[in-house]
């Protein structure tokens, strides 16, 4: 059984940093793409960023440049270090993992619960 469990969200002023955590379990497959979507209220999920099982990165245009997307495989936990945080950066943000890098949400099949980031000007 797939498990994903987020953490690190939190309220941050504008020009702040976080760092999430997602703590992934029960996915055997050697090939894989792990990554970060979001949701703000009242608007469509969409993706941050994604790394797959040879660390190749995709940034959202939003996300180049501030954020940073890694993973730790001894570990099993997934990162999203964000910096320079704007208000609209302001969302909940899902773990999600998948047998490659689609580009919609929906194609990924096992999703964390996710974690609240909130960002004040």
């Known amino acids: 059984q797939v498990q994903l469990v987020e953490s690190g969200g939190g309220s941050v002023q504008a020009g702040g940093s976080l760092r999430l955590s997602c703590a992934a379990s029960?996915?055997?497959?050697?090939?894989?793409?792990m990554g970060w979507f979001r949701q703000a209220p009242g608007k469509e999920r969409e993706g941050v960023a994604t790394?797959?099982?040879?660390?190749?990165?995709t940034y959202a245009d939003s996300a180049k440049g501030r954020f940073t997307i890694s993973k730790d495989n001894a570990e099993n936990t997934l990162y999203l270090q964000m910096n320079s945080l704007k208000p609209e950066d302001t969302a909940m943000y899902y773990c999600?993992?998948?047998?490659?890098?689609?580009?919609?949400?929906?194609?990924?099949?096992?999703w964390g619960q996710g974690t609240q980031v909130t960002v004040s000007s």
């Open positions: 029960g996915y055997a497959y050697r090939r894989y793409c």
């Open positions: 790394i797959d099982s040879n660390n190749s990165t």
């Open positions: 999600v993992v998948g047998r490659r890098c689609y580009t919609r949400a929906a194609d990924f099949p096992y």
